[in-house]
């Protein structure tokens, strides 16, 4: 992977934390060149805003960050991205002179550095992989996080997720009862909980894109105790011929935990599946609900909607 400086990186890659690692293999080089060069290249790695690695991940993978991010790792990307990084060196073996540099940087400067070292044994027909690390990673975890990276919050909007368009689709339901829900086990509904009066949602399907953005009105409720009003007299959601049978056996489930939930919203504007919104770019990750901070997003679905302030 090129960097803007006119080098090349081994690997370049990330955790579930949001913190960017630089992996260089050290070859055939000397133990300056393989230092200097991994300290370039960490140089470049801390500039790197979420848009870039978001391209860098598009031009070298041809997906989306966001969504593969999710995928690996069950939650969305943090709100605290790239604030600090990590630099490793991997090699079978290392010279003196390399190993006390690495050692001085990172006890001396807490510079995030370290050498991992791999072996390889073959016992008759079996063959392993041995690895090993020239400094313990629990004693080179010493970089302090830094609050400037943190994208801030506007306090009000939020991302919601409604399911899929080929599995287990809610958007009918909850654009028709003015709705958003989620079930069939506690990591799904959970999220609910944050959604409070005078929050704003902005409604994904997955597989379609946005649908609908609509402003928080009554906290998490039951979905089975969930009730609108029809000709003057209030009817239980649940019991309406046009709920999915999936959604009723969540919300009539026993079991607490994998129930079905729901939170009422007023929606300023909706529109059809097959006229969803959806760009190149825009936050999209399979969570049922998570603060949405991404400007971009916020700025072109509400325009799309013509939802102004």
């Known amino acids: 992977m090129q960097t803007g400086y006119g080098g090349f990186v081994d690997v370049l890659g990330v955790d579930v934390e949001g913190r960017l690692h630089v992996l260089e293999l050290k070859r055939d080089r000397t133990p300056r060149e393989v230092v200097a060069q991994t300290l370039d290249y960490a140089s470049w790695a801390d500039e790197l805003t979420l848009v870039e690695v978001r391209e860098l991940y598009a031009a070298h993978h041809g997906g989306d960050f966001d969504a593969a991010f999710a995928e690996r790792f069950g939650v969305p990307v943090p709100d605290a991205f790239n604030v600090d990084h990590e630099l490793t060196i991997v090699a079978s073996a290392l010279d003196p002179a390399s190993e006390r540099i ?6 001396r400067y807490e510079v995030p550095v370290n050498a991992v070292f791999f072996r390889h044994f073959r016992d008759r027909d079996a063959q392993y992989l041995a690895r090993s690390w020239l400094i313990d990673p629990t004693e080179a975890e010493t970089t302090p996080r830094v609050a400037k990276k943190v994208r801030p919050w506007n306090g009000r909007d939020f991302f919601v997720t409604l399911g899929r368009v080929d599995y287990h689709n809610r958007w009918d339901v909850c654009r028709k009862y003015g709705i958003v ?6 990591r799904w509904w959970r999220p609910l909980r944050n959604l409070q009066p005078g929050h704003r949602v902005f409604a994904y399907v997955g597989g379609a894109g946005y649908v609908g953005i609509g402003e928080v009105t009554h906290p998490m409720q039951k979905f089975a105790e969930l009730t609108v009003n029809q000709d003057g007299r209030e009817v239980r959601v649940v019991e309406q011929d046009d709920v999915p049978d999936f959604l009723r056996e969540h919300a009539l489930s026993e079991d607490p935990e994998s129930s079905e939930y729901a939170v ?13 919104f959806s760009a190149p770019g825009l936050f999209a990750v399979p969570i049922s609900a998570c603060r949405l901070r991404d400007e971009r997003t916020i700025s072109e679905v ?3 909607f013509d939802v102004t302030e």
């Open 102 to 107: 690495v050692r001085y940087l990172a006890t």
């Open 264 to 276: 009422k919203v007023r929606w300023l504007k909706t529109v059809p599946l097959d006229e969803a």
């Open 302 to 304: 509400a325009t799309h």
């Open 181 to 186: 829900c989620a079930g069939g086990g506690a």
